[in-house]
């Protein structure tokens, strides 16, 4: 929610209802992950996305009964059933849906206090469906129409510091929990153009990105401006003190054995989920050799990505960012980062899901 939530407040602001469909549960395939949002105005407005289009028309209509009749209510489409023909759901899935009228003070309040928010929670059972709750490290805001509820929901998510979006049962009631998920970081390594197009295009993945190298010269805001943060230092000692955890992905774009080998011996033995480096194949032979004679192990050489990138004939800065994003997605997801057309199984997700 909190991805369209400026635009849903700002509809809001304009005196317009507001009727929200949370994708609260996926059996089979989906093009959207539970969390995902669409929000309905009274006049039509139509704001994000949960189905990747086989639903969103249906919801629509639901969406206006519910302007009537001012009842939240539980929904489910999948394949199997009748009414799948004519919504437009081939994907092979079933989704459930809640539909809820949003509160414009919750809301609000919400969008002011976004940063502190740790996790959403939305009741899903009988006349208490569409309740609706934010948890934050301090406190609770709004209420899932039990105060005991409320705190051990609270509880729950401040203990778990993170974790699954999901559905519970808890205290007696059926409650879908959606955990903030926090920026991932991106950590790139050498003041050069392809940095700078990987840069912007990391931001479409919603990634955190810092540029670091050790030239003062190199590393400005002039000529990055688009970076989240620029960092004077070099990269092995700047990691040192990185927050660092399995969804970093850290790309050097140095080539240079002399900045390279110091940062990539302290990448793989990090918690990061990706590590590349860019550079011809006879470039990371000699810095293969090199690894392995600074300490590295066959096991952590094989946590380098390198060189860097997916192979779709990559030439350009930007074609270049392109690749390497793809293969720290695929890396992430458990692919191969093979062809659709030419593969078999699911196409979304991990391996087996």
């Known amino acids: ?71 939240a209510r539980m929904r489910s489409y999948g394949f199997s059933e009748r009414e ?64 005991v509820l409320d705190r051990a929901v609270a509880a729950l998510v401040r203990e778990e510091s993170g974790g699954e979006t999901r559905c519970l049962e808890i205290e007696g009631a059926r409650i879908f929990l959606a955990p903030k998920r926090v920026a991932p970081h991106l950590y790139l390594f050498g003041a050069l153009d392809f940095a700078a197009a990987t840069i912007d ?40 003190s990185a927050p660092i955890d399995e969804r970093t992905a850290i790309v050097s774009f140095t080539h240079d054995e002399k900045f390279d080998v110091p940062l990539l011996l302290a990448a ?6 990706f590590v590349g480096a860019v550079g011809s194949r006879t470039t990371h032979a000699h810095r293969s050799l090199a690894l392995r004679e600074a300490g590295m192990t066959e096991d952590e050489l094989a946590r380098v990505h390198a060189p860097v990138g997916l192979d779709i004939g990559a030439r350009t800065p930007q074609e ?20 659709l057309s030419r593969g078999i199984g699911p196409i979304r997700g991990r391996k087996g899901t």
């Open 201 to 240: 295009a990391a931001h479409l993945l919603g990634y955190v990105v810092t540029l670091c190298d050790a030239r003062e010269a190199f590393a400005t805001k002039e000529r990055f401006p688009n970076a989240d943060r620029i960092v004077v230092a070099w990269p092995h000692e700047f990691l040192a």
């Open 268 to 273: 793989v033995r990090s918690r990061a989920g």
């Open 84 to 147: 799948a023909a004519d919504i437009g759901l081939r994907c092979g899935g079933e989704l459930t849906i809640a539909l809820d009228r949003l509160d414009p003070t919750y809301c609000a309040e919400l969008e002011r206090r976004s940063d502190e928010i740790l996790a959403h929670a939305l009741r899903l059972d009988g006349d208490a469906i569409g309740a609706r709750a934010a948890i934050s490290a301090e406190r609770v805001l709004g209420t899932l129409g039990d105060p």
């Open 320 to 339: 270049t960012a392109l690749a390497v994003l793809a293969e720290i997605v695929a890396v992430e997801r458990g692919r191969s980062g093979g062809t």
């Open 1 to 71: 929610m909190l991805d369209i939530l400026s635009r849903i407040v700002g509809l809001q602001n304009e005196r317009r209802e507001i009727v929200l469909a949370t994708l609260v549960e996926v059996r089979g395939s989906s093009a959207r992950d539970p969390g995902a949002a669409f929000a309905v105005s009274d006049r039509s407005e139509l704001v994000g996305a949960i189905g990747g289009g086989c639903v969103e028309a249906a919801l629509v209509d639901e969406a206006h009964e519910l302007f009537r009749t001012g009842k």
